[in-house]
């Protein structure tokens, strides 16, 4: 059983690590600053990103500390995410409410893993499965975009 579980946690590490380059290569949001993009974007999506991105990664590297210490303001940004009332137009329908219901979903088990003190492994596959969540409801061409804005501002981060 113990094998099984690593096998799965070595998938969803797998994942994690191809969704992470696929969003976020050459790309970031510096802690404190404003994105580069959001004046083109959704705000409260590159708010989110930016707090998933100073979350995600350094779990990726075995860092915990960021996972434990940003789970209520992700919870938070999640929340702002889905009560927006000015979700672009691809954001909007009845998929798409439905994928924001899972992500806040996934953003309330993964601080409520954090709240009860989990285990590293718990915390991991629970940040896991709400960055995979997050990373779909990024439409390809908001993606595109910030990749572009990002670029022309020489802005770059470092995996």
Same mark, same amino acid.
């Given at each position: ?20 380059? $696929? ?14 993009? $959001?004046? @083109? ?8 990103? #930016? /707090? ?14 960021? &996972?434990?210490?940003? &789970? #209520? ?7 702002? +995410? ?11 329908? *009845?998929?798409? *409410? &439905?994928?924001?219901? *899972?992500?806040?979903?996934? &953003? ?15 915390? @991991?596959?629970? +940040?896991?499965? +709400? ?6 409801? /990024? ?10 804005? *990002? ?9």
């Amino acid at each position: 059983m113990k094998t099984i579980k690593l096998g799965i946690m070595t998938l969803i590490m797998i994942f994690g690590v191809s969704m992470a380059y $696929a969003l976020n290569s050459n790309y970031c949001c510096v802690e404190g600053e404003p994105c580069s993009y $959001a004046p @083109k974007a959704w705000q409260p999506m590159m708010e989110m990103r #930016a /707090v998933m991105q100073s979350t995600f990664h350094p779990m990726l590297e075995n860092n915990l500390k960021p &996972a434990r210490e940003n &789970a #209520a303001l992700m919870l938070e940004k999640a929340k702002a +995410l889905v009560a927006a009332t000015d979700r672009p137009k691809n954001l909007k329908g *009845d998929k798409k *409410d &439905a994928e924001f219901k *899972d992500m806040l979903a996934k &953003a309330e088990v993964y601080a409520n893993k954090v709240a009860q003190n989990a285990t590293d492994e718990e915390i @991991k596959i629970a +940040l896991s499965d +709400l960055h995979g969540a997050f990373a779909g409801l /990024v439409p390809e061409k908001m993606k595109e975009e910030m990749h572009k804005m *990002d670029k022309e501002k020489g802005k770059t981060c470092e995996h």
